[in-house]
């Protein structure tokens, strides 16, 4: 992997955005790791400094227009043109449709859905200023969940979300992918393994590492044979 391959992650957290920063890192790929609060992300940019001294962490509230813009003009300067971002933010409230108020429902969407409108357009934006070269000018990935493909009771916040991230992954796909952009939906089905379970912990978790390998897999894919969508889960759960 060339070493001035940019890759940026939106939504890092101490479980897979954290995978997926180190992954990029490991390919000694630039990272841009962008989060509401960059301060925690400060640790997480030092231990993929270590593996690879250029990871930067940022602030960067996905649902808003000018902050993403910023991200990605900061980005731009200070590493070069995205060749792959990876949209991994989300909120989510369990409650009965009932008892759930407007501003949740509001801003489990915007978390959910805009922010990757907003991020997945600034970096088409960007990629679509580099040459097609040999016809692949970036990567964008989705993180979606079982609920990107089903509502469940009491999931209502989570789901209307991710289900319109799948349509906006297919859409972009079908409109930009001729351009030389690969779009692709990752749908997460299960539990990923949370930072203090034990390395050894029950194999009804999906391993965050495993999970960031696949997408850097899906970066790595040849043009005559892009997948759109990969759903993963662990070899124990039903489906």
């Given at each position: 992997?060339?070493?001035?391959?940019?890759?940026?992650?939106?939504?890092?957290?101490?479980?897979?955005?954290?995978?997926?920063?180190?992954?990029?890192?490991?390919?000694?790929?630039?990272?841009?790791?962008?989060?509401?609060?960059?301060?925690?992300?400060?640790?997480?940019?030092?231990?993929?400094?270590?593996?690879?001294?250029?990871?930067?962490?940022?602030?960067?509230?996905?649902?808003?227009?000018?902050?993403?813009?910023?991200?990605?003009?900061?980005?731009?300067?200070?590493?070069?043109?995205?060749?792959?971002?990876?949209?991994?933010?989300?909120?989510?409230?369990?409650?009965?449709?009932?008892?759930?108020?407007?501003?949740?429902?509001?801003?489990?969407?915007?978390a959910g859905c805009l922010g990757g409108f907003l991020v997945g357009k600034a970096a088409l934006r960007a990629m679509l200023q580099r040459a097609p070269g040999d016809g692949k000018r970036g990567t964008i990935l989705f993180t979606g969940a079982?609920?990107?493909?089903?509502?469940?009771?009491?999931?209502?916040?989570?789901?209307?979300?991710?289900?319109?991230?799948?349509?906006?992954?297919?859409?972009?796909?079908?409109?930009?992918?001729?351009?030389?952009?690969?779009?692709?939906?990752?749908?997460?089905?299960?539990?990923?393994?949370?930072?203090?379970?034990?390395?050894?912990?029950?194999?009804?978790?999906?391993?965050?590492?495993?999970?960031?390998?696949?997408?850097?897999?899906?970066?790595?894919?040849?043009?005559?044979?892009?997948?759109?969508?990969?759903?993963?889960?662990?070899?124990?759960?039903?489906?």
């Amino acid at each position: 992997m060339n070493r001035n391959q940019v890759a940026v992650v939106v939504g890092v957290g101490p479980g897979l955005g954290c995978a997926l920063a180190r992954r990029f890192a490991r390919a000694e790929m630039h990272v841009a790791m962008a989060a509401r609060g960059a301060q925690k992300l400060d640790a997480f940019a030092a231990e993929c400094s270590g593996i690879h001294h250029h990871a930067r962490a940022y602030a960067c509230d996905a649902t808003d227009e000018r902050a993403v813009d910023e991200l990605f003009r900061t980005v731009e300067t200070e590493f070069g043109t995205p060749d792959v971002v990876v949209y991994n933010a989300g909120a989510f409230v369990q409650k009965s449709v009932l008892e759930t108020s407007r501003d949740e429902f509001e801003r489990c969407w915007r978390a959910g859905c805009l922010g990757g409108f907003l991020v997945g357009k600034a970096a088409l934006r960007a990629m679509l200023q580099r040459a097609p070269g040999d016809g692949k000018r970036g990567t964008i990935l989705f993180t979606g969940a079982t609920a990107s493909l089903r509502g469940g009771a009491g999931f209502h916040n989570l789901a209307v979300g991710k289900f319109g991230l799948r349509a906006l992954a297919q859409s972009m796909a079908r409109e930009f992918q001729p351009q030389g952009i690969h779009v692709a939906h990752v749908v997460i089905d299960g539990r990923i393994r949370p930072p203090t379970a034990p390395s050894g912990a029950s194999e009804e978790y999906l391993d965050p590492e495993a999970i960031a390998d696949t997408y850097f897999q899906l970066h790595c894919q040849l043009r005559s044979a892009w997948s759109l969508e990969v759903d993963l889960r662990p070899w124990v759960e039903r489906f």
